[in-house]
């Protein structure tokens, strides 16, 4: 029960969409940079396109409403360039309300990664300190990726809780 206690306020369960949109509603993001960016062969592994291919970045962090000094994540976000309506502040939200483009499904790779000195830095974590790197691929009814996120959180700002049940039959 420590434990639980201990995560009370960084836990963050998801069983749904409406779940991560609820948690990126009351978490404010504070947007750093953006730009145009074309994907090397690196990026275009980790967010499933093709390299060569023009992607809109947005890097932002989001703000921990009960405190500002410590961010509960730095994001790069990438949507396709063609989406220049939502370039202040591209979210899946936006492209669904701008575009009609809506999230049917949203892909997530959680992997433990130390954080590197720019990261640190932005975070306000020591060099080297363990985060979980979050990976969310937006997915459209026709299965296609219209975004996709790379979030690194410090290990002691985010928990997330995944409840399994035996399927029935």
């Known amino acids: 029960m420590a434990d639980k206690a201990q995560h009370e306020g960084l836990n963050h369960?998801?069983?749904c969409l409406e779940d991560l949109f609820f948690l990126a509603k009351n978490n404010p993001r504070v947007v750093k940079r953006i730009d145009e960016v074309v994907a090397d062969?690196?990026?275009?592994?980790?967010?499933?396109?093709?390299?060569?291919?023009?992607?809109?970045?947005?890097?932002?962090i989001r703000e921990d409403s009960e405190n500002k000094d410590?961010?509960?994540c730095l994001t790069d976000s990438?949507?396709?360039a063609t989406f220049t309506k939502v370039r202040q502040l591209?979210?899946?939200?936006?492209i669904e309300t701008h575009y009609g483009i809506?999230?049917?499904?949203?892909?997530?790779?959680?992997s433990a990664v130390t954080v590197s000195a720019k990261i640190a830095k932005v975070l306000g974590v020591e060099l080297g300190s363990p985060t979980l790197k979050i990976v969310r691929c937006y997915q459209d009814r026709?299965?296609?990726?219209f975004e996709t996120t790379?979030?690194?959180?410090?290990?002691?700002?985010?928990?997330?809780?995944?409840?399994?049940t035996r399927a029935k039959g």
């Open 90 to 94: 591209v979210r899946s939200d936006l």
């Open 70 to 72: 410590a961010p509960i």
């Open 150 to 164: 790379i979030s690194v959180h410090p290990a002691d700002r985010y928990a997330c809780s995944i409840v399994l």
């Open 102 to 110: 809506q999230s049917e499904e949203v892909r997530q790779t959680i």
């Open 142 to 145: 026709d299965g296609n990726t």
């Open 78 to 80: 990438y949507a396709s």
């Open 13 to 15: 369960p998801l069983a």
């Open 41 to 60: 062969y690196d990026l275009a592994q980790t967010i499933g396109c093709e390299p060569g291919s023009r992607w809109l970045h947005v890097a932002s």
